[in-house]
Structures are given as C-alpha cells and as structure tokens.
C-alpha cells in the first residue's frame, strides 16, 4: 500500500514563505511523475507544479517564478518552495503521485490527504 503524507503548511502573510514536503511510502518500485495541486473554497482543484523522474519541470503561469518545485528521489519527496505568496494562492496542496508498487506493474495515481496555506495580513 502506498501512502503519500504531506507538511509544511500553516498561516503566513502576503509576501513571506512557505516550503511543503510530501513523502511517498509502502510498496514503491519506481515514481514517475510528481506534482503539486491545490483547491480554493468555491473552486475546482489546479495544477501548480509537475516534475518528472529526470527532474523536468512545469509550472501554472500564476505561479511561475515564485514557486519551485524539487525532488529527492532517494527519498520518494517532493518539495515546493513558495515565495512571495499571495492572499490569492490560499488553498488545500495536495500532493500527487504516479507510482509503480512492482517492477512490470503499471503506474497508478495517489493523492495525499492535503495540507492548509493560507496567507493573510
């Protein structure tokens, strides 16, 4: 079984900083892509940050420049450092993962229970 638990959000004000960290655990082979999401209240779930197995990146344009995304894959973790945060970029992050359990096993998706930004004066 695999598990993906994510950290690292709280309360900050407009301009500061914020790192999350999601580890993926259980029964893990090979990871290929992982990638932050977030929902707003009232809004449907976006992408923020994708980063495949050999490191490429991609980000939403409303986050670009401001956030980085990283991994350490020894560690099965994915990062995403936020700077300059915004009242706007409040939501749930969620961690996601296409993971193999076994070699020859497809990759399947799994999503992290979720963890609160938000940013207010």
């Known amino acids: 079984q695999v598990q993906l638990v994510e950290s690292g959000g709280g309360l900050v004000q407009p301009g500061g900083s914020l790192r999350l960290s999601c580890a993926a655990s259980?029964?893990?082979?090979?990871?290929?892509?992982m990638a932050w999401h977030r929902q707003a209240p009232g809004k449907e779930r976006e992408l923020v940050a994708t980063?495949?197995?050999?490191?490429?990146?991609s980000y939403a344009d409303s986050v670009k420049g401001r956030f980085t995304i990283s991994r350490d894959n020894a560690r099965n973790t994915v990062y995403l450092e936020m700077n300059s945060l915004k009242p706007e970029d409040t939501a749930v992050y969620y961690c996601?993962?296409?993971?193999?359990?076994?070699?020859?096993?497809?990759?399947?998706?799994?999503w992290g229970q979720g963890t609160q930004v938000t940013v207010s004066s």
């Open positions: 996601y993962g296409q993971i193999s359990p076994r070699r020859g096993l497809s990759y399947d998706p799994y």
């Open positions: 980063s495949s197995s050999v490191g490429t990146t």
């Open positions: 259980g029964s893990i082979f090979a990871i290929a892509v």
